[in-house]
């Protein structure tokens, strides 16, 4: 998940994918946006093309046929938008519709402080939300600090409790 657009959760996705599978882990990477044809991707749709009533059906049915027929260790589906940002109310279902379809054991959390063109609410609301939307728990932070070289990683790893990266760097 994400507290914006254009915040990282495709290149977390795709990193942490890759880092799987380097280590010998038999990893799935499913991607839900314009660009999932890049690599590591192993399959993609473009969710915003479909409604977001059937946007769940189609991320069940794609973790149901992976793991009876791959057999995977860890399953990484990217988020897209956000539940709560302002400004652009349009993919907050899309988001929804993507977490109710994964049911996540767990949610990496992508942040982009002082974004150009977004006006995102903040980790905190988000994590709520997403916490609050589906029976997971948000368990790390991928801080984008490209608009913000001077935020400290250690200062939000302090604030929330979690392990905290910026996988851009």
């Given at each position: 998940?994400?507290?914006?657009?254009?915040?990282?959760?495709?290149?977390?996705?795709?990193?942490?994918?890759?880092?799987?599978?380097?280590?010998g882990l038999n990893a799935i990477i499913i991607s839900t946006d314009e660009m999932g044809?890049?690599?590591?991707?192993d399959i993609n749709f473009r969710a915003g093309s479909l409604s977001v009533m059937d946007v769940p059906a189609v991320i069940m049915g794609t973790l149901k046929y992976m793991e009876e027929n791959k057999n995977p260790d860890i399953i990484f589906v990217e988020g897209q938008s956000s539940l709560t940002e302002r400004g652009n109310p349009h993919p907050k279902g899309l988001s929804a519709s993507i977490?109710?379809?994964?049911?996540?054991?767990?949610?990496?959390?992508?942040?982009?402080?002082n974004h150009p063109f977004r006006e995102?609410?903040?980790?905190?609301?988000?994590?709520?939300?997403?916490?609050?939307?589906?029976p997971t728990k948000v368990i790390a932070l991928s801080i984008n600090r490209r608009n913000?070289?001077?935020e400290s990683?250690?200062?939000?790893?302090?604030?929330?409790?979690?392990p905290t990266v910026d996988i851009h760097t």
């Open positions: 998940g994400g507290t914006s657009q254009e915040c990282g959760k495709r290149t977390t996705t795709r990193r942490l994918g890759k880092l799987a599978k380097e280590r044809l890049e690599k590591p991707t977490l109710f379809g994964a049911m996540p054991d767990a949610v990496v959390l992508c942040h982009r402080p995102p609410v903040g980790i905190k609301t988000e994590l709520n939300a997403i916490e609050a939307v589906e913000a070289q001077d990683l250690e200062n939000i790893e302090e604030e929330f409790s979690l």
